[in-house]
């Protein structure tokens, strides 16, 4: 499948809420319940909050004849918030190239780590991309509780073991979201 990869521009907004709607419900469903997946990605989604979080981030789309089959957006500090693959590109290489790209443009910077909270379902992606669990967590929202891992990459030789550097930092949004509330279990 011959895709590229580029910058975010406002214009793929409404392109990429679909896309993160749909893959929730069609691939995190495998792994979460109806109830849980429709509170992670419900109708109704706030496009100027979307605009808000990508403020501040860098965000890479996968483009397949100008459609979105993938994105991924990263914080300044190396958190990768969130990283989906549309439902009908599964298993093409998609996020492995977006996360490329992230890893490449973070050396370029000088970031030591990568970090993320991963899903049940990408968890095995980024185990298989060099991340490993720091921690087991359940978030809550919406009155649903989700389980997710923390995983990071160290990408350099920087100093501290990931525990260390995870136990100074405040946990971040995880599943796309602002403002969840998280309890850490492992
Ligand atoms: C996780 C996800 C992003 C992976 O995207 P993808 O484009 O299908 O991944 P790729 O095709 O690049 O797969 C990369 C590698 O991971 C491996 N892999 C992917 N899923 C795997 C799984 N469930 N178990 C084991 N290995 C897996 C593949 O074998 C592949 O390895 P290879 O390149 O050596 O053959 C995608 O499944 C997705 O969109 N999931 C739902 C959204 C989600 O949960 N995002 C995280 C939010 S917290």
Redesign the pocket.
């Known amino acids: 499948m011959l895709f590229d990869i580029r910058r975010y521009k406002p214009g793929d907004l409404a392109g990429l809420i679909a896309l993160?709607r749909d893959?929730?419900r069609r691939?995190?469903r495998r792994?979460y319940s109806h109830q849980q997946v429709m509170a992670w990605a419900p109708d109704e989604i706030d496009a100027q909050q979307w605009t808000r979080r990508f403020d501040n981030k860098a965000v890479w789309v996968?483009d397949l004849n100008g459609m979105p089959?993938?994105f991924?957006d990263v914080a300044r500090d190396g958190q990768i918030?969130?990283?989906?693959?549309?439902?009908d590109?599964?298993?093409?290489?998609?996020?492995?190239?977006?996360?490329r790209t992230v890893e490449a443009s973070a050396a370029k910077r000088g970031l030591l780590r990568l970090f993320?909270?991963?899903?049940?379902?990408?968890?095995?992606?980024?185990?298989?991309?060099g991340f490993r669990v720091i921690a087991t967590q359940r978030v809550v929202r919406w009155a649903q509780e989700f389980v997710?891992y923390r995983m990071d990459k160290r990408l350099g030789d920087g100093a501290g073991t990931s525990e260390a550097v995870a136990a100074r930092e405040s946990t971040g949004p995880?599943?796309?979201e602002p403002g969840d509330k998280l309890r850490s279990r492992a």
């Open positions: 993160f893959t929730v691939i995190n792994d996968a089959v993938g991924v918030d969130m990283l989906y693959v549309h439902a590109h599964q298993g093409s290489g998609v996020a492995s190239r977006l996360l993320t909270e991963a899903s049940i379902t990408a968890r095995p992606f980024f185990e298989h991309r997710n995880g599943f796309g």
